[in-house]
């Protein structure tokens, strides 16, 4: 049995990530930070853009500039890392 893909993002103020991964541990490691930052920082999305983009190719880390400006197609925002 596959575990379920749940979608995962975090930002830094400047920049969010995004990535679709099977557990908390996989993401942090897609994004390169600790567990412990994970856990204060990152967390599941429901955004559906940020879930269809993600899970169209699991496990790639997709960032983006945080854009403060609305009406804006959000997934292509997002560039591959």
């Not at 390169?32 to 880390?61: C, Q, W």
């Amino acid at each position: 049995m596959t575990k379920k893909l749940k979608t995962f993002g975090w930002g830094d103020g400047r920049k969010e990530w995004i990535v679709a991964a099977t557990t908390k541990k996989s993401a942090a490691e897609s994004f390169g930070i600790t567990m412990h930052e994970f856990r204060n920082y990152a967390s599941e999305t429901g955004n559906d853009a940020e879930i269809e983009l993600a899970t169209s190719e699991p496990g790639k880390v997709f960032r983006s500039p945080i854009c403060l400006f609305k009406g804006k197609e959000y997934n292509s925002r997002f560039d591959k890392e």
